[in-house]
C-alpha cells in the first residue's frame, strides 16, 4: 500500500516535473491545485516534502498520519518546529545541497557588479558603444580582499572561489574555521567592523536569526570601504534595504548584487531595482538544475530511511 508525500512549495511546472519523476516506488505524490492543501489531502499524508511556502501547526494537526516534515533547504524558519514536537512529528532539514550552485552564484554577482556587465550590457542593446563609460569605477578581482559574512558551507565554498580569482580572503563567524580550512584558502578570521572597512566586496552567508537580524544596517554600510560592492545571496532581513538605497544612491557604495529580497515576489516599483549599479536576481542563486535534482533526491532518500534508519539531519 502506497504512503502519501504532500508537496508544499512552488508550483511552477519546470520543477515539479523533475519532482515527480524522482518520485520512489510505493509512494505516492500529493500536489495541492491552489497551493494550500485541502484537508482531504492532509487527511492522507504521511509525509511533508517543503520547498516553499509554510508548514503550520495547524497542518500537522491535519494530517493525523503525519511522521515527518523534510524540508528541501537548510533553514527550518517554515515549519512550526515547536508543534512538530509536540505532535512527535520528526523534522529534517537538508545542508550542502546547494552550496556550490550559491557560491557560483556569488561569485557571478561580485564579477559583474565589479565591471558594471548590466550597464555596459544596456548600453549596447540602446545602440550606443561605451567601452570606457564604467572606467573609472571598474576593478579586477585580482588582489583585492573579498569580506564573508558566515564560514559555513556556503561561505567556505565562495573562499575557494574568490581564492582562486587571487583575491585576499577575510571572514567573520562566531566560530573560527578549523586551521586546515583557512590554509587551504588563506582565509583570515577578522572581526566584522573591520572585515567591512577592509574588504572590497563583500558576501553575506548567514541564517536569518533574531542575531542576524538587521547584522548590516547604516551604521555597517557607512564603515564599508568607498566604491566597495555588497552581495547578498542569503536572507533579506539580514541587510536593511534602505539604509544599502541610501549608500547606493550617494555613490559610497559601488555595487551591490542582490538575490534576495524583503518582499517575493518584489515589485517592480521598489525603488531598490532602480537605485545605480545594482544587479537584481530573482532569490534564484541557489537555482540550478543540477541542485534541484541533488535536492529532491536526497530528500526522498530520507524520507526512505524513516521506515527504519536514522534520518539525515534530523
Not at 570606457?132 to 578581482?141: A, I, K, R, V, Y
Not at 588582489?143 to 582562486?164: K, L, M, Y
Not at 550617494?250 to 515589485?267: K, M, N
Request: some cysteine.
Amino acid at each position: 500500500m502506497s504512503e502519501y508525500i504532500l508537496w508544499i512549495g512552488e508550483s511552477d511546472e519546470s520543477v515539479l516535473a523533475i519532482l515527480r519523476s524522482e518520485i520512489p516506488g510505493g509512494f505516492e505524490l500529493l500536489i495541492p491545485e491552489s497551493g494550500t492543501p485541502t484537508q482531504a489531502e492532509l487527511r492522507k499524508t504521511t509525509y511533508i516534502l517543503n520547498g516553499s511556502g509554510r508548514v503550520s501547526g495547524e497542518h500537522m494537526r491535519m494530517a493525523p498520519n503525519l511522521r515527518m516534515v523534510q524540508r528541501l533547504g537548510a533553514g527550518l524558519d517554515g515549519v512550526d518546529v515547536d508543534t512538530a514536537r509536540e505532535l512527535g512529528i520528526d523534522v529534517a532539514n537538508l545542508t550542502a545541497m546547494n552550496s556550490a550552485a550559491v557560491a557560483e552564484h556569488t561569485l557571478l554577482l561580485a564579477l559583474a557588479s565589479a565591471r558594471h556587465l548590466c550597464a555596459l550590457h544596456g548600453d549596447m542593446t540602446d545602440g550606443r558603444w561605451s567601452p570606457n563609460d564604467q572606467l573609472s569605477q571598474t576593478f579586477e578581482l585580482d588582489g583585492r580582499t573579498f569580506g564573508i559574512v558566515g564560514f559555513g558551507n556556503i561561505g567556505r565554498e565562495v573562499a575557494r572561489r574568490a581564492h582562486a580569482f587571487g583575491m585576499n580572503i577575510r571572514y567573520f563567524d562566531p566560530r573560527r574555521a578549523p586551521a586546515e580550512v583557512e590554509a587551504a584558502t588563506g582565509a583570515v578570521h577578522t572581526p566584522l567592523h573591520e572585515l567591512l572597512t577592509q574588504s572590497d566586496v563583500v558576501s553575506i552567508h548567514v541564517p536569518l536569526t533574531p542575531q542576524t537580524s538587521l547584522l548590516i544596517s547604516d551604521e555597517e554600510l557607512a564603515s564599508m570601504k568607498p566604491g566597495s560592492i555588497l552581495v547578498n545571496v542569503s536572507r533579506a532581513g539580514i541587510v536593511d534595504e534602505a539604509a544599502l538605497l541610501k549608500h547606493l544612491e550617494s555613490g559610497h557604495l559601488g555595487a551591490a548584487g542582490v538575490d534576495v529580497w524583503a518582499q517575493e515576489p518584489v515589485s517592480p516599483s521598489d525603488p531598490l531595482l532602480a537605485a545605480p549599479n545594482v544587479i537584481a536576481t530573482p532569490h534564484v542563486a541557489a537555482q540550478t538544475r543540477d541542485t534541484v535534482v541533488r535536492c529532491f533526491r536526497a530528500a526522498l532518500s530520507n524520507i526512505e530511511r524513516s521506515r527504519g534508519e536514522a534520518l539525515s539531519h534530523a
